[in-house]
């Protein structure tokens, strides 16, 4: 694996907190939505409600597509990622209450978003099988891939 190019995806998602999140509904079409996301390395976490859309699509197919990145007025200082892979709802509680816990103490306005019923909350695991690197501080559409 190339570990500096690891390195700088890491960087673009330890700096960010909210991301694009790409599901195939089951009419075959994509479905994108944006939530809060925490990672631990390059798998990323996130919280929905378990009756959402996303859930429901995740649950009848698990690939995902995912988009990172940061605002800036520069478009030629643009840094940020895209990434394929599959989605895994948490199944175990003791972990799925670690990673909510983790969540909302990094992201604490991600709270207002919880089900009434908090055993509605599911969390899911994104495991990335390929990730682009999008970097035009080394000029315009520079992208870097990582295949894992």
Do not use: C, W
Request: hydrophobic share 45%; no cysteine; glycine share 6%.
């Amino acid at each position: 694996m190339n570990e500096a190019l690891k390195a700088r995806i890491l960087k673009v998602l330890q700096s960010q907190h909210l991301m694009a999140l790409a599901t195939v509904r089951p009419d075959g079409y994509p479905q994108a939505t944006m939530v809060n996301y925490i990672n631990d390395g390059l798998t990323l976490y996130f919280a929905t409600d378990a009756t959402s859309q996303k859930a429901g699509n995740i649950k009848l197919n698990n690939k995902v597509s995912v988009a990172i990145a940061g605002q800036t007025e520069d478009f030629h200082k643009l840094a940020g990622l895209s990434l394929s892979g599959t989605a895994e709802r948490i199944l175990d509680r003791e972990l799925a209450d670690t990673l909510t816990l983790r969540l909302f103490r990094k992201l604490p306005q991600s709270k207002k978003f919880v089900p009434h019923d908090t055993k509605q909350l599911a969390i899911f695991a994104v495991r990335p099988v390929a990730i682009s690197l999008i970097d035009y501080t080394a000029g315009f559409g520079t992208s870097y891939l990582l295949e894992l």
